[in-house]
């Protein structure tokens, strides 16, 4: 698939992937959540497996959202996550969910952003970290190469 656009305004999933699930291709993805009624289990940039190229997501309003991630298999090249609003955030990891020794998700580049002006509109979100890269928690890794892969940002 050369581009897919996500956008949820309504309705009920839960998981939303980015990306393609199984064996697939996706080069270009843009999702956005503003669903003030929203609840998910897992937002996903990246797909289930396969590869993603680009991705960007937009979190601008929803009710409560359990595991937002960059990646949760296969290979993402590029992710931006933009937590923009909504309500409840139980973890937000850059890359993908840990501890998953199992994983063989991977990624070239991922920037997590939280917007300062969502925290004191009541966003909670108690957990932003950088997740999990080739196998490796990041947070617990001190390879230089990847921990440059990540960046998290209250803006």
């Known amino acids: 698939t050369d581009e897919t656009r996500i956008t949820m305004t309504g309705g009920k999933t839960g998981i939303l992937y980015g990306g393609g699930e199984g064996i697939s291709c996706t080069k270009k993805v843009s999702m956005t959540v503003n669903n003030p009624e929203g609840v998910y289990d897992y937002v996903s940039a990246g797909g289930s497996n396969g590869y993603t190229g680009d991705v960007s997501v937009y979190l601008e309003d929803f009710k409560k959202i359990g595991v937002v991630q960059g990646v949760n298999r296969g290979h993402v090249d590029n992710i931006i996550i933009n937590i923009d609003g ?28 939280v917007k300062k002006s969502a925290i004191p509109a009541g966003l909670y979100c108690p957990n932003v970290v950088p997740g999990g890269n080739n196998g490796k928690d990041l947070s617990e890794c001190e390879d230089e190469t990847e921990l440059k892969k990540v960046s998290i940002n209250y803006i």
């Open 86 to 113: 909504g309500k409840d955030i139980g973890n937000a990891y850059a890359g993908y969910e840990v501890p998953d020794p199992n994983s063989t998700a991977s990624f070239d580049r991922s920037v997590l952003n």
